[in-house]
DNA sequence: CATTGTGAACTCATTCACAGCG
DNA sequence: CGCTGTGAATGAGTTCACAATG
Protein backbone atom coordinates (compact mmCIF):
# COMPACT_ATOMS: atom_id res chain seq x y z
CA UNK A 1 0.00 0.00 0.00
CA UNK A 2 2.45 2.78 0.97
CA UNK A 3 5.30 3.48 -0.93
CA UNK A 4 8.11 2.25 0.69
CA UNK A 5 10.13 2.75 4.28
CA UNK A 6 8.41 2.82 7.54
CA UNK A 7 5.67 5.52 8.18
CA UNK A 8 6.06 7.39 11.42
CA UNK A 9 3.80 6.89 14.33
CA UNK A 10 3.13 10.43 14.53
CA UNK A 11 1.24 10.53 11.14
CA UNK A 12 -0.97 7.96 11.77
CA UNK A 13 -2.20 9.82 14.88
CA UNK A 14 -2.33 13.33 12.42
CA UNK A 15 -3.90 11.03 9.68
CA UNK A 16 -7.10 10.81 12.62
CA UNK A 17 -7.08 14.38 13.40
CA UNK A 18 -7.02 15.30 9.27
CA UNK A 19 -10.02 13.31 9.00
CA UNK A 20 -11.91 14.71 12.28
CA UNK A 21 -11.06 18.45 10.29
CA UNK A 22 -12.24 16.81 6.47
CA UNK A 23 -15.47 16.30 8.70
CA UNK A 24 -16.13 19.67 10.09
CA UNK A 25 -15.04 20.98 6.42
CA UNK A 26 -17.86 18.80 4.52
CA UNK A 27 -20.18 19.63 6.89
CA UNK A 28 -19.83 23.39 6.80
CA UNK A 29 -20.21 22.84 2.69
CA UNK A 30 -16.30 22.87 1.53
CA UNK A 31 -15.79 21.03 -1.34
CA UNK A 32 -11.78 21.51 -1.88
CA UNK A 33 -9.40 22.27 0.94
CA UNK A 34 -5.30 23.23 0.51
CA UNK A 35 -2.55 21.74 2.47
CA UNK A 36 -2.39 25.12 3.84
CA UNK A 37 -5.35 25.24 5.09
CA UNK A 38 -5.72 21.64 6.52
CA UNK A 39 -2.73 22.19 8.45
CA UNK A 40 -3.57 25.80 9.83
CA UNK A 41 -6.69 23.70 11.23
CA UNK A 42 -4.95 20.81 12.99
CA UNK A 43 -1.96 22.96 14.05
CA UNK A 44 0.71 21.69 12.16
CA UNK A 45 3.25 22.62 9.34
CA UNK A 46 1.47 22.29 5.67
CA UNK A 47 4.57 20.30 4.37
CA UNK A 48 3.63 18.20 7.19
CA UNK A 49 0.34 17.28 5.90
CA UNK A 50 1.61 16.89 2.53
CA UNK A 51 4.34 14.37 3.45
CA UNK A 52 2.06 12.37 6.01
CA UNK A 53 -0.43 11.93 3.02
CA UNK A 54 2.54 11.49 0.41
CA UNK A 55 3.39 8.32 2.32
CA UNK A 56 0.09 6.55 0.93
CA UNK A 57 -0.46 8.22 -2.33
CA UNK A 58 -1.36 11.36 -4.42
CA UNK A 59 -4.59 12.34 -3.32
CA UNK A 60 -4.14 16.25 -4.36
CA UNK A 61 -4.57 18.27 -7.39
CA UNK A 62 -1.71 20.42 -8.35
CA UNK A 63 -2.96 24.18 -8.06
CA UNK A 64 -6.36 23.59 -6.36
CA UNK A 65 -5.69 20.97 -2.94
CA UNK A 66 -7.86 17.76 -2.04
CA UNK A 67 -11.19 17.15 -2.67
CA UNK A 68 -12.56 17.02 0.63
CA UNK A 69 -14.95 13.79 0.61
CA UNK A 70 -12.76 11.88 -1.53
CA UNK A 71 -9.98 12.47 0.81
CA UNK A 72 -11.73 11.40 4.02
CA UNK A 73 -12.38 8.08 2.17
CA UNK A 74 -8.58 7.44 1.32
CA UNK A 75 -7.82 8.06 5.09
CA UNK A 76 -10.73 5.95 5.74
CA UNK A 77 -9.03 2.92 3.90
CA UNK A 78 -5.68 3.88 5.14
CA UNK A 79 -6.80 3.50 8.48
CA UNK A 80 -8.99 1.09 8.58
CA UNK A 81 -11.75 2.80 9.50
CA UNK A 82 -14.25 2.24 6.50
CA UNK A 83 -15.08 -0.84 8.36
CA UNK A 84 -16.87 -1.66 11.59
CA UNK A 85 -15.00 -3.17 14.50
CA UNK A 86 -16.45 -5.10 17.65
CA UNK A 87 -14.91 -4.21 20.97
CA UNK A 88 -14.97 -6.21 24.31
CA UNK A 89 -14.24 -4.04 27.17
CA UNK A 90 -13.48 -5.75 30.48
CA UNK A 91 -13.99 -4.21 34.08
CA UNK A 92 -17.47 -2.74 34.24
CA UNK A 93 -16.63 -0.06 36.77
CA UNK A 94 -17.64 3.62 36.41
CA UNK A 95 -14.85 4.01 33.53
CA UNK A 96 -15.79 0.84 31.48
CA UNK A 97 -19.75 2.10 31.81
CA UNK A 98 -18.89 5.41 30.24
CA UNK A 99 -17.06 4.59 27.77
CA UNK A 100 -20.26 1.47 26.62
CA UNK A 101 -22.26 4.23 26.34
CA UNK A 102 -20.05 6.73 24.70
CA UNK A 103 -21.97 7.16 21.71
CA UNK A 104 -18.56 8.79 20.06
CA UNK A 105 -16.81 4.99 20.00
CA UNK A 106 -20.52 4.02 17.87
CA UNK A 107 -20.66 6.73 15.43
CA UNK A 108 -17.03 5.98 14.56
CA UNK A 109 -17.94 2.22 13.68
CA UNK A 110 -16.17 1.04 17.12
CA UNK A 111 -18.80 -1.68 18.38
CA UNK A 112 -18.92 -2.39 21.99
CA UNK A 113 -20.28 -5.97 22.00
CA UNK A 114 -19.55 -6.88 25.44
CA UNK A 115 -18.98 -6.14 28.70
CA UNK A 116 -17.13 -8.32 31.17
CA UNK A 117 -16.48 -8.28 34.94
CA UNK A 118 -15.75 -10.93 37.52
CA UNK A 119 -17.65 -9.23 40.27
CA UNK A 120 -20.49 -11.19 41.61
CA UNK A 121 -22.33 -8.60 42.20
CA UNK A 122 -22.20 -7.37 38.55
CA UNK A 123 -22.35 -10.57 36.59
CA UNK A 124 -25.66 -10.92 34.95
CA UNK A 125 -26.61 -7.06 34.61
CA UNK A 126 -28.03 -5.47 32.09
CA UNK A 127 -26.81 -1.90 31.62
CA UNK A 128 -28.43 0.76 30.41
CA UNK A 129 -25.97 0.07 26.61
CA UNK A 130 -28.51 -3.23 26.66
CA UNK A 131 -25.37 -5.13 27.17
CA UNK A 132 -25.58 -8.44 29.82
CA UNK A 133 -22.21 -7.99 32.18
CA UNK A 134 -20.64 -11.78 31.64
CA UNK A 135 -18.22 -13.52 33.52
CA UNK A 136 -14.49 -13.28 32.83
CA UNK A 137 -14.47 -16.56 32.91
CA UNK A 138 -15.89 -16.93 29.55
CA UNK A 139 -14.14 -14.41 27.88
CA UNK A 140 -12.73 -16.95 25.22
CA UNK A 141 -15.98 -18.52 24.19
CA UNK A 142 -17.61 -14.79 24.48
CA UNK A 143 -15.07 -13.15 22.58
CA UNK A 144 -15.14 -15.70 19.42
CA UNK A 145 -18.84 -15.93 19.33
CA UNK A 146 -19.05 -11.91 18.88
CA UNK A 147 -16.07 -11.66 16.44
CA UNK A 148 -13.83 -9.18 19.02
CA UNK A 149 -11.02 -8.19 17.51
CA UNK A 150 -10.06 -5.17 19.90
CA UNK A 151 -10.02 -5.70 23.90
CA UNK A 152 -10.55 -2.76 26.05
CA UNK A 153 -9.42 -2.81 29.50
CA UNK A 154 -10.97 -0.97 32.37
CA UNK A 155 -9.97 -2.75 35.54
CA UNK A 156 -7.67 -1.23 38.49
CA UNK A 157 -3.87 -2.04 37.67
CA UNK A 158 -3.91 -4.67 39.80
CA UNK A 159 -6.09 -6.83 37.32
CA UNK A 160 -4.97 -5.53 34.06
CA UNK A 161 -2.27 -8.00 33.15
CA UNK A 162 -4.22 -10.95 33.90
CA UNK A 163 -7.11 -9.80 32.16
CA UNK A 164 -4.23 -8.37 29.08
CA UNK A 165 -2.84 -12.58 29.64
CA UNK A 166 -6.72 -13.95 28.78
CA UNK A 167 -7.26 -11.65 26.05
CA UNK A 168 -4.43 -13.24 24.80
CA UNK A 169 -5.57 -16.80 25.15
CA UNK A 170 -8.60 -15.59 23.10
CA UNK A 171 -6.62 -14.43 20.15
CA UNK A 172 -7.34 -10.68 20.93
CA UNK A 173 -3.97 -9.09 19.52
CA UNK A 174 -5.33 -5.39 19.92
CA UNK A 175 -5.65 -3.70 23.16
CA UNK A 176 -6.42 -0.44 24.64
CA UNK A 177 -5.31 -0.39 27.88
CA UNK A 178 -7.13 2.37 30.32
CA UNK A 179 -5.28 0.90 33.47
CA UNK A 180 -2.31 2.75 35.23
CA UNK A 181 -0.51 -0.04 34.36
CA UNK A 182 1.81 -1.04 31.56
CA UNK A 183 1.52 -4.83 30.54
CA UNK A 184 3.54 -6.84 28.96
CA UNK A 185 2.51 -9.35 25.70
CA UNK A 186 4.29 -10.48 23.02
CA UNK A 187 5.10 -8.86 19.83
CA UNK A 188 1.92 -10.34 18.04
CA UNK A 189 -0.24 -8.23 20.60
CA UNK A 190 -0.74 -4.19 19.47
CA UNK A 191 -1.50 -2.41 22.88
CA UNK A 192 -1.97 1.64 23.05
CA UNK A 193 -2.47 2.87 26.73
CA UNK A 194 -4.44 5.74 27.86
CA UNK A 195 -2.76 6.10 31.28
CA UNK A 196 -4.94 9.71 31.99
CA UNK A 197 -2.83 10.69 35.43
CA UNK A 198 0.91 10.17 32.82
CA UNK A 199 -0.50 12.73 31.35
CA UNK A 200 -1.65 14.92 34.24
CA UNK A 201 1.95 14.21 35.25
CA UNK A 202 2.88 15.88 31.92
CA UNK A 203 0.40 18.80 32.47
CA UNK A 204 1.84 19.64 36.39
CA UNK A 205 5.80 19.61 35.05
CA UNK A 206 4.84 22.03 32.15
CA UNK A 207 3.03 23.83 34.93
CA UNK A 208 5.54 23.93 37.07
CA UNK A 209 8.28 24.63 34.31
CA UNK A 210 6.76 28.02 32.95
CA UNK A 211 5.81 29.71 36.25
CA UNK B 1 16.83 22.92 37.67
CA UNK B 2 18.08 21.03 34.39
CA UNK B 3 21.55 21.10 32.67
CA UNK B 4 20.69 22.75 29.67
CA UNK B 5 18.45 22.42 26.56
CA UNK B 6 15.94 21.21 26.00
CA UNK B 7 13.77 18.00 27.53
CA UNK B 8 12.27 15.61 25.21
CA UNK B 9 8.22 15.34 25.81
CA UNK B 10 8.59 11.30 26.14
CA UNK B 11 10.99 11.86 28.37
CA UNK B 12 8.38 13.22 30.88
CA UNK B 13 6.08 10.43 30.14
CA UNK B 14 8.48 7.75 31.10
CA UNK B 15 9.29 9.74 33.85
CA UNK B 16 6.16 9.24 35.20
CA UNK B 17 6.34 5.36 34.20
CA UNK B 18 9.07 4.96 35.43
CA UNK B 19 7.86 6.30 39.30
CA UNK B 20 5.19 3.96 39.06
CA UNK B 21 7.34 1.16 38.86
CA UNK B 22 9.55 2.48 41.41
CA UNK B 23 6.23 2.30 43.70
CA UNK B 24 5.75 -1.27 42.87
CA UNK B 25 9.69 -1.96 43.63
CA UNK B 26 8.94 -0.38 47.08
CA UNK B 27 6.31 -2.36 47.42
CA UNK B 28 7.92 -5.52 46.47
CA UNK B 29 10.83 -4.37 48.72
CA UNK B 30 13.48 -3.53 46.79
CA UNK B 31 15.67 -1.16 48.43
CA UNK B 32 18.21 -0.61 45.34
CA UNK B 33 17.26 -0.97 41.45
CA UNK B 34 20.17 -0.37 38.29
CA UNK B 35 18.64 1.17 35.13
CA UNK B 36 19.53 -2.04 33.28
CA UNK B 37 15.96 -3.70 35.84
CA UNK B 38 14.42 -0.67 35.69
CA UNK B 39 14.59 -0.15 31.84
CA UNK B 40 13.50 -3.68 31.69
CA UNK B 41 10.51 -3.47 34.09
CA UNK B 42 9.63 -0.52 31.58
CA UNK B 43 10.38 -1.83 28.26
CA UNK B 44 12.93 0.66 27.64
CA UNK B 45 16.68 0.85 26.66
CA UNK B 46 18.77 1.24 29.64
CA UNK B 47 20.39 4.16 28.11
CA UNK B 48 17.34 5.66 27.73
CA UNK B 49 16.89 5.60 31.57
CA UNK B 50 19.67 7.15 33.17
CA UNK B 51 19.69 9.67 29.89
CA UNK B 52 16.05 10.98 31.44
CA UNK B 53 17.34 10.89 34.62
CA UNK B 54 20.59 13.09 33.63
CA UNK B 55 18.96 15.61 32.36
CA UNK B 56 17.87 16.59 36.04
CA UNK B 57 20.94 15.60 37.81
CA UNK B 58 22.81 12.66 39.01
CA UNK B 59 21.13 10.28 41.38
CA UNK B 60 22.69 7.54 41.07
CA UNK B 61 25.66 5.07 42.84
CA UNK B 62 27.96 4.16 40.09
CA UNK B 63 28.37 0.19 40.67
CA UNK B 64 25.27 0.14 42.84
CA UNK B 65 22.31 1.79 41.22
CA UNK B 66 19.38 3.70 42.29
CA UNK B 67 17.76 4.08 45.66
CA UNK B 68 14.49 3.26 45.24
CA UNK B 69 12.55 6.07 47.50
CA UNK B 70 15.51 8.07 46.68
CA UNK B 71 14.39 8.58 43.50
CA UNK B 72 10.84 8.19 43.63
CA UNK B 73 11.24 11.38 45.39
CA UNK B 74 13.41 13.36 42.95
CA UNK B 75 10.70 12.55 39.95
CA UNK B 76 8.03 13.44 41.83
CA UNK B 77 9.73 16.64 42.43
CA UNK B 78 10.43 17.37 38.94
CA UNK B 79 7.24 16.19 37.84
CA UNK B 80 5.81 18.56 40.30
CA UNK B 81 3.52 16.04 42.13
CA UNK B 82 5.29 16.40 45.49
CA UNK B 83 2.00 18.18 46.29
CA UNK B 84 -1.83 18.06 45.54
CA UNK B 85 -3.24 19.84 42.57
CA UNK B 86 -6.97 21.04 41.94
CA UNK B 87 -9.24 19.68 38.97
CA UNK B 88 -12.46 21.17 37.68
CA UNK B 89 -14.07 18.79 35.75
CA UNK B 90 -16.19 20.68 33.16
CA UNK B 91 -19.11 17.87 31.67
CA UNK B 92 -20.77 16.17 33.92
CA UNK B 93 -21.53 13.14 31.56
CA UNK B 94 -20.78 9.56 32.15
CA UNK B 95 -17.58 10.19 31.48
CA UNK B 96 -17.18 13.56 33.80
CA UNK B 97 -18.96 11.35 36.38
CA UNK B 98 -16.34 8.68 35.86
CA UNK B 99 -13.29 10.65 36.67
CA UNK B 100 -14.67 11.93 39.08
CA UNK B 101 -14.98 8.92 41.33
CA UNK B 102 -11.91 7.93 40.07
CA UNK B 103 -9.70 6.50 43.16
CA UNK B 104 -6.63 6.86 40.97
CA UNK B 105 -6.82 10.54 40.63
CA UNK B 106 -6.74 11.08 44.39
CA UNK B 107 -4.08 8.87 45.14
CA UNK B 108 -1.86 10.53 42.80
CA UNK B 109 -3.02 13.70 44.38
CA UNK B 110 -5.13 15.14 41.72
CA UNK B 111 -7.97 16.11 43.59
CA UNK B 112 -11.59 17.05 41.60
CA UNK B 113 -13.06 20.14 44.03
CA UNK B 114 -15.62 20.90 40.90
CA UNK B 115 -18.13 19.42 38.85
CA UNK B 116 -19.39 22.06 35.99
CA UNK B 117 -22.64 21.76 33.44
CA UNK B 118 -24.78 23.99 32.48
CA UNK B 119 -28.11 21.32 31.65
CA UNK B 120 -30.64 22.51 34.14
CA UNK B 121 -31.18 18.82 35.17
CA UNK B 122 -27.73 18.56 36.23
CA UNK B 123 -27.12 21.80 37.92
CA UNK B 124 -27.71 21.47 41.92
CA UNK B 125 -27.42 18.05 41.47
CA UNK B 126 -25.33 16.07 44.15
CA UNK B 127 -23.10 13.36 42.92
CA UNK B 128 -21.84 10.82 44.53
CA UNK B 129 -18.17 11.98 44.98
CA UNK B 130 -20.22 14.39 47.06
CA UNK B 131 -19.64 16.96 44.93
CA UNK B 132 -22.76 19.83 43.59
CA UNK B 133 -22.91 20.33 40.02
CA UNK B 134 -22.54 23.95 39.22
CA UNK B 135 -23.79 26.13 36.45
CA UNK B 136 -21.01 26.71 34.03
CA UNK B 137 -21.85 30.37 34.26
CA UNK B 138 -20.24 30.48 37.87
CA UNK B 139 -16.99 28.82 36.42
CA UNK B 140 -14.85 32.18 37.13
CA UNK B 141 -16.19 32.69 40.27
CA UNK B 142 -15.15 29.08 41.50
CA UNK B 143 -12.42 28.90 39.76
CA UNK B 144 -10.92 31.92 42.03
CA UNK B 145 -12.39 30.58 44.94
CA UNK B 146 -11.32 27.00 45.01
CA UNK B 147 -7.85 27.48 43.55
CA UNK B 148 -8.70 25.41 40.49
CA UNK B 149 -5.08 24.77 38.41
CA UNK B 150 -6.20 22.30 35.58
CA UNK B 151 -9.59 22.42 33.79
CA UNK B 152 -10.99 19.00 32.41
CA UNK B 153 -12.70 18.75 29.74
CA UNK B 154 -15.43 15.87 29.05
CA UNK B 155 -17.85 17.65 27.20
CA UNK B 156 -19.48 16.84 23.61
CA UNK B 157 -16.86 18.12 20.76
CA UNK B 158 -19.17 21.15 20.06
CA UNK B 159 -18.75 22.46 23.46
CA UNK B 160 -15.14 22.13 24.06
CA UNK B 161 -13.82 25.50 22.58
CA UNK B 162 -16.36 27.47 24.50
CA UNK B 163 -15.82 25.60 27.61
CA UNK B 164 -11.82 26.49 26.86
CA UNK B 165 -12.27 29.90 26.72
CA UNK B 166 -14.30 30.37 29.90
CA UNK B 167 -11.24 28.21 31.34
CA UNK B 168 -8.80 30.89 29.88
CA UNK B 169 -10.82 34.03 30.88
CA UNK B 170 -10.62 32.54 34.95
CA UNK B 171 -6.79 32.21 34.11
CA UNK B 172 -7.23 28.50 33.95
CA UNK B 173 -3.82 27.59 31.63
CA UNK B 174 -3.88 23.56 32.05
CA UNK B 175 -6.09 21.72 29.89
CA UNK B 176 -6.91 17.98 29.99
CA UNK B 177 -9.27 17.16 26.83
CA UNK B 178 -10.90 14.32 26.54
CA UNK B 179 -13.59 15.69 23.72
CA UNK B 180 -13.05 14.55 20.07
CA UNK B 181 -11.56 17.78 18.92
CA UNK B 182 -8.63 20.06 18.85
CA UNK B 183 -9.25 23.45 21.18
CA UNK B 184 -7.18 26.24 19.77
CA UNK B 185 -5.35 28.40 23.04
CA UNK B 186 -2.67 31.01 23.34
CA UNK B 187 0.69 29.84 23.97
CA UNK B 188 0.44 30.33 27.43
CA UNK B 189 -2.24 27.60 28.17
CA UNK B 190 -0.97 23.97 27.73
CA UNK B 191 -3.23 21.55 26.62
CA UNK B 192 -3.19 17.89 26.60
CA UNK B 193 -5.38 15.77 24.61
CA UNK B 194 -6.69 11.99 25.59
CA UNK B 195 -9.07 11.24 22.25
CA UNK B 196 -9.32 7.32 22.63
CA UNK B 197 -11.22 7.56 19.44
CA UNK B 198 -7.62 8.97 17.89
CA UNK B 199 -5.92 5.95 19.70
CA UNK B 200 -8.18 3.26 18.63
CA UNK B 201 -7.70 4.60 14.88
CA UNK B 202 -4.24 3.99 15.62
CA UNK B 203 -5.39 0.17 16.69
CA UNK B 204 -6.59 -0.46 13.80
CA UNK B 205 -4.45 1.16 11.56
CA UNK B 206 -2.12 -1.58 12.73
CA UNK B 207 -3.89 -4.20 13.26
CA UNK B 208 -4.74 -3.62 9.18
CA UNK B 209 -1.03 -3.43 8.66
CA UNK B 210 -0.04 -6.81 10.41
CA UNK B 211 -2.62 -8.95 8.19
C1' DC C 1 34.12 -4.51 39.03
C1' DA C 2 29.34 -3.51 38.19
C1' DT C 3 26.93 0.28 37.07
C1' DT C 4 26.43 5.19 36.28
C1' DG C 5 26.85 9.33 33.34
C1' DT C 6 27.63 11.13 28.85
C1' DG C 7 29.81 12.54 24.21
C1' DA C 8 29.44 10.71 19.70
C1' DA C 9 26.97 8.08 16.28
C1' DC C 10 22.91 6.94 14.60
C1' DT C 11 18.00 6.73 13.61
C1' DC C 12 13.76 8.86 13.17
C1' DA C 13 10.78 13.03 12.28
C1' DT C 14 9.93 17.65 10.71
C1' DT C 15 10.63 21.58 7.86
C1' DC C 16 12.51 23.87 3.90
C1' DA C 17 12.62 24.93 -0.72
C1' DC C 18 11.64 24.23 -5.18
C1' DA C 19 10.71 21.39 -9.34
C1' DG C 20 6.60 19.50 -11.46
C1' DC C 21 2.08 19.92 -12.85
C1' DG C 22 -3.03 20.92 -13.41
C1' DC D 1 -0.15 30.91 -11.39
C1' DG D 2 -0.97 28.24 -7.18
C1' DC D 3 -0.58 24.23 -4.87
C1' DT D 4 1.07 19.53 -4.64
C1' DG D 5 4.77 16.20 -4.13
C1' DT D 6 9.35 15.29 -2.64
C1' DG D 7 14.59 15.33 -2.19
C1' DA D 8 17.67 17.65 0.70
C1' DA D 9 18.61 20.02 5.02
C1' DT D 10 17.74 20.42 9.57
C1' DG D 11 16.37 19.13 14.07
C1' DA D 12 14.98 15.93 17.74
C1' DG D 13 15.34 11.66 20.17
C1' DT D 14 17.50 7.21 20.94
C1' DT D 15 21.16 4.02 21.31
C1' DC D 16 26.01 2.93 21.49
C1' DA D 17 30.14 2.55 23.74
C1' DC D 18 33.24 3.61 27.07
C1' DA D 19 35.56 6.60 30.51
C1' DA D 20 34.64 7.74 35.30
C1' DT D 21 33.84 6.12 39.90
C1' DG D 22 31.76 4.51 44.35
Not at 8 to 37: C, H, W
Not at 136 to 161: F, K, M
Not at 179 to 189: A, G, H, K, L, M
Request: include cysteine; proline fraction near 3%.
Amino acid sequence: MNKKGKIPNATITRLSIYYRQLELLEFDGYRMVSSDKLAWLCQVNSAQVRKDLGYFGEFGIRGVGYDVIELQAEIKKILAINREWNLGVVGIGKLGSALLEHENLSVRGFKCVAAFDNAPGKIGKVLSSGLTVRPIANLDRSIRDLDIEIGVITTPASAAQSVANLLLDAHVNAILNFSPTRITVPDCCLVENMDFTVTLDILTYKLHQSS
